[in-house]
């Protein structure tokens, strides 16, 4: 056994840090998600295209 797990935090010290990792690896993977998604459905309008023409398309005046 690891000298470090048996003696420096006790011996359920790996299994904490291995559910800390995990808790933090879905956090981030929930974080990537929530700000990916939605990305998927705004629709961004082209650079070069005027106002006047944007509102024209998109129902203004």
Not at 22 to 33: D, E, K, P
Request: aromatic share 14%; proline share 2%.
């Amino acid at each position: 056994m690891n000298w470090f797990t048996n003696y420096a935090f006790g011996s359920h010290a790996a299994e904490w840090l291995a559910l800390a990792v995990v808790i933090l690896l879905a956090l981030a993977l929930c974080t990537g998600t929530l700000k990916f998604i939605p990305s998927l459905f705004t629709h961004e309008r082209d650079a070069d295209e005027s106002e006047k023409d944007y509102w024209r398309i998109h129902g203004g005046e």
